[in-house]
């Protein structure tokens, strides 16, 4: 579908680059030419995914980062150009989430989700974009966002990531019965959840010149979930408080 060099000599750089999503749009990049720099927090997926981008025949660098402090995200960028170069792609990918009912929420819970989510966009955004104006040049900026974003809070449990109206869920990947990934399975349009590469290629898409033309947009992919009505999460108001503990426990581990 993509010409092999659509993205040959581009250097971009992705949070939460190491795992899920992230990775996998790392490695379609790569495939169509692109140079890449990672970041996340943990350092064995990094460096994982940075050799598996390297076999294909481009380069790749990875930092550690905690997104949050915006000194540490200015470090990693000056580390992606040492590796690089200029770096001319962003893809805001990085976010943190968990289900839990909204009374039993802590305000560092809360916190931490609107830091890496909302605040860590922010960072990479601001001190990518200041680059770009001072060299005068232009730059790409993808903001992975949720199915629920643009609905606020429309979708139950996860209110620190609906009101970061960003972040990436692994949708249901964690839930704690086969019952529940069935029942989000039937909910869906489509009877199936989204697969890595379809999300990959309509990043590579959105970041081509091809869509040169296409600005300040939220493309929705989500095989008419949002069309349904969104709030995927919102059926959670029927499991017993022994789920609940179970979904709690996993998140503590």
Sequence with gaps: ?????????????????????????????????????????????????????????????????????????????????????????LVNNAAGN????????????????????????????????????????????????TTYAAVGSGSGFVVPSACAKAGVLAMTRSLPSKELEDRAKNYHPMNRFGRHDELANLATYLLSQQAEYVNGECVVIDGGLWLRGAGEFNDFLELPDQAWDMLEQARKK
């Design 98 to 145: 968990f289900i839990a009912r909204t009374e039993k929420l802590s305000p560092n819970a809360f916190n931490a989700v609107i830091g890496i989510v909302l605040q860590g966009t922010f960072h990479f955004t601001l001190a990518l974009g200041r680059r770009w104006i001072e060299a005068k040049q232009p730059g790409n900026i993808l903001n992975i966002v």
């Design 1 to 89: 579908m993509f010409e092999r060099d659509l993205l040959k000599g581009r250097n971009i750089l992705i949070t939460g680059g190491g795992t899920g999503l992230g990775r996998s749009m790392a490695l379609r990049f790569a495939e169509l030419g692109a140079n890449l720099f990672l970041v996340a927090r943990r350092e064995e997926p990094l460096a994982q995914t940075a050799n598996d981008i390297r076999a294909k025949g481009v380069k790749a660098g990875y930092a550690t980062c905690e997104v949050r402090d915006f000194a540490a995200v200015e470090t990693a960028i000056a580390a992606a150009e040492k590796e690089l170069g200029a770096v001319d792609t």
